[in-house]
């Protein structure tokens, strides 16, 4: 009696897991600053509230491993300009990189933008701990201060996102070794970590040093 009930729960399980599932939801033609003719595709999940997008630049192909940038959402940075951190100028430039591979090398690149505010622990904790921080503590001891995670990012769901466009071969834009890691033990292969640092400001500069002294990120 137990083995069947066992049975029943397992399936249960693997039938809530597949419904829950990550899934392409629509996809359209997406003209935007760096290239005119990108792709931007949604994924959405039943279990997840959230809702992830991938824009792809220049013409996918299964004979060109992508250059991938996974971008946490930033508020702050991406739409208000926050010179905080690096997130908006990073995204800049991970899309103009991308389109100077497809322009200049027929290649193409994919930028997943992840619903995951501030490395996952979400817009109001982020602004709690920018309160902290202006009491002079660091971003990781900030976090601590709150009962928070550095790093609370679901990476599976980015590595299930590349999966499903087709990419399981990719070389990633980042300064961060932790993603490749994720990454790779998601499934996804990593044939090369192409670094992605910009110049610092006075307002991000001791952002930037807690990343490379801290986090492990491959910062000069």
Not at 22 to 43: G, M, N, Q, Y
Not at 92 to 116: I, K, N, P, T
Not at 164 to 189: D, M, S
Request: charged share 25%.
């Amino acid at each position: 009696r137990f083995a069947l009930i066992g049975d029943d729960t397992q399936g249960d399980l693997a039938a809530y897991a597949e419904a829950g599932a990550l899934k392409i939801i629509t996809r359209a033609r997406l003209p935007v600053s760096a290239c005119e003719d990108a792709e931007i595709v949604a994924f959405r999940s039943s279990a997840d509230l959230r809702e992830h997008v991938a824009l792809i630049i220049g013409k996918q192909s299964g004979d060109r491993q992508p250059l991938v940038r996974l971008h946490s959402e930033c508020l702050t940075g991406d739409i208000l300009g926050s010179l905080k951190c690096d997130c908006g100028p990073q995204l800049d430039a991970a899309l103009h990189a991308m389109a100077h591979e497809a322009r200049d090398s027929g290649g193409w690149g994919v930028l997943l933008y992840m619903r995951q505010e501030g490395r996952g622990i979400g817009l109001i904790n982020k602004l709690r701990a920018y309160r902290l921080q202006d009491q002079g503590f660091d971003t990781v001891e900030a976090n601590q201060r709150l009962g928070l995670p550095d790093e609370a990012r679901d990476f599976p769901v980015a590595a299930r996102m590349l999966g499903l466009l087709g990419a399981r071969t990719i070389r990633l834009l980042t300064n961060n070794p932790a993603k490749v890691v994720a990454l790779e033990a998601a499934g996804i292969t990593v044939s090369e970590r192409v670094p992605h640092q910009l110049p610092e400001n006075p307002h991000n500069a001791r952002y930037l040093a807690t990343k490379r002294d801290r986090s492990g990120h491959l910062l000069i």
